[in-house]
């Protein structure tokens, strides 16, 4: 069964996300009945797909853990073989509003890639020390990348249209920071154009974030080489032609 026209998919990518899955999934269809809400189970030992699913998701399971970047282009290739035109990754633990996914899906009426960028005008998000220089250097090479300023470029609340779907069931990166970063530099490769619209980040309801001033430093050197990797990795002639079919 195909989906209606202009339907978007809403992409949850979900790792032992029990706690907080389910009240996710309700918050998206509170805001819009009509959104089509698929969680991607990454290998729980949880209850994340039974939470998921009592709440009305559909639930993609895989057999074991492989990352954010390996449960969204699971996500993606769904979205492509439902024939759905627009699709949106929503973090399970409720950091991403539901009230801001029409914002960013908004952003596909100028480009092939939205993101819901945090640095911006909206909401009182910040970071500091080595992780704050590290996007603020990241956000500055891919934007002379993209040929557009971005503030945001490891936002996962991010937008993409039937041309960047398709791109990323052909590339979508499972390594550290890859579905963010790598994705991002290879679709501008691939000839899509991005664009972002500011969003407010609400905090983590259960958990914590791992990311301390250890974990910071190292995030800043991970980043670094990353990106150095992905801009290196160029896509050949034959994907550009692919994306622009």
Known sequence: ????????????????????VGNTVREILATDPGYDVVVVDDGS???TAAVAREAGATVLTLPFNLGVGGAMRTGFTYAQRKGYQRAIQVDADGQHNPADIEKVLAGLDQSDISIGARFSTE?????????????????????RVAKT??????????????????QYVRYYPAEYLGDTLDSLVAACHAGLTVSQVPVAMRPRVHGQPSKGPVGSAIYLLRSVFALTLAVMRRPGKDRRLEASA
């Open 1 to 20: 069964m195909s989906a209606p026209p202009n339907s978007a998919l809403i992409i949850v990518p979900a790792w032992n996300e029990a706690r907080n």
């Open 45 to 47: 030992h949880d209850d």
């Open 123 to 143: 909401g009182d998000y910040s970071v500091r020390g080595p992780r704050k220089w590290a996007m603020v250097v990241l956000a500055f090479v891919v934007s």
């Open 149 to 166: 300023k971005l503030t945001d470029v490891t936002s996962g609340f991010r937008a993409a249209n039937k041309r960047a779907i398709d």
